[in-house]
């Protein structure tokens, strides 16, 4: 809120930090992507399905700091931040087996830079993959809204997996 004498309110509404609906996106890229295996594909696309069975690997050497998933808008308009489910919430075994993506830097253009990291939670063999869901949301806020059509997401921290080293997340969206 911002005074405005000229409100019948005394104030008016600048912008707000939370809204429910997404923002449709194009396209997603990611700067590295684990080939497909048997029947199993990791591309960038699945980040965007609405199915957090599917997931996006990175494939560099390590635990993925540094890796980057860009997202193109279908128009420029008001964005306010980006959530992202990390890991392999497919099931708890995936889950704890692969490495998690846990800070995060997202920049969305004009100079519009936030940080965002995973808050820990208990996880457990019974969990269903909503539940892994659920427990693995990462906000990426901004302080105020900035008019963009590109946000770049990169991957800052990580936890490692039990048993490989590949790094994953389930699904991205921008509102």
């Known amino acids: 809120f911002e005074k ?32 497909a295996s048997k029947d199993k594909s990791y591309e960038a696309d699945n980040l965007i399905d609405k199915d957090y069975t599917t997931v ?7 635990d993925g700091i540094g890796e980057t998933i860009t997202i193109h808008l279908d128009k420029e308009q008001p964005v306010y931040g980006v959530q992202i489910v990390s890991g392999y919430t497919a099931s708890y075994k995936q889950y704890s087996e692969n490495g998690i993506p846990t800070e995060f830097t997202a920049d ?42 590109t946000v770049t997401v990169k991957i800052t ?6 048993k490989y080293d590949d790094t994953c997340a389930s699904e991205i969206w921008v509102y």
Not at 8 to 21: A, I, S, W
Not at 157 to 162: E, H, Q, R
């Open 4 to 35: 405005n004498p000229e409100s019948r309110y005394g104030v008016t509404l600048l912008y707000g930090r939370f809204r429910d609906e997404t923002i449709n996106i194009s396209s997603v890229e990611t700067s590295s992507t684990l080939p």
């Open 56 to 62: 996006w690997v990175e494939d560099v050497p390590g």
């Open 157 to 162: 921290g990580v936890k490692s997996g039990a």
């Open 108 to 149: 969305f253009g004009n100079g519009a830079v936030a940080e965002g990291s995973l808050d820990e939670y208990y996880v457990g063999e019974q969990d269903t993959f909503e539940e892994l869901a659920d427990c693995s949301r990462s906000r990426i806020e901004l302080d105020k809204p900035v008019i963009t059509d």
